[in-house]
């Protein structure tokens, strides 16, 4: 069975919150790319939709969404994700994976793109992180 920890960011209020995600609701999250609108009930959040805009695998390896599908490649990369170069036209070769979530990845970013009928803090808790 898949896990993953889900960081839901909250633009409006400039937090973020963890939330765990096991069993069926994880298995809903395989196969999906980064850009892809979920449904907010897969972290609790009913009426809620999550864009999802990356995430990172069981070896701290970020996802890219240039790179189609679920592999860990090489590519030679000028700007981040995965590589952030300290001079001007720096390249380098790094390890990234691709856009697409599999069991593999543990961590998934998202971002909310519409808001429900109750706040986000009532539904998550008051645990919010500053971004």
């Known amino acids: 069975m ?9 633009p409006e209020k400039a937090r973020s919150y963890q939330v765990d995600v096991k069993g069926e609701d994880a298995e809903k999250l395989i196969g999906k790319r980064i850009g892809d609108v979920i449904d907010g009930e897969i972290v609790g959040l009913p009426g809620y939709k999550l864009k999802i805009t990356g995430g990172t695998d069981k070896d701290g390896f970020p996802m890219r969404p240039d790179i189609h599908g679920p592999v860990r490649v090489r590519p030679l990369l ?9 001079r001007k036209g720096e390249r380098r070769r790094k390890t990234v994976r691709g856009n697409t979530i599999s069991e593999d990845i543990v961590q998934v970013n998202t971002v909310i793109v519409k808001y429900g009928d109750k706040p986000v803090e009532e539904l998550l808790g008051e645990g919010g992180e500053e971004e």
């Open 2 to 10: 898949p896990e993953f920890k889900v960081v839901v960011a909250d």
């Open 78 to 86: 000028s700007g981040p994700p995965g590589f952030r170069p300290e």
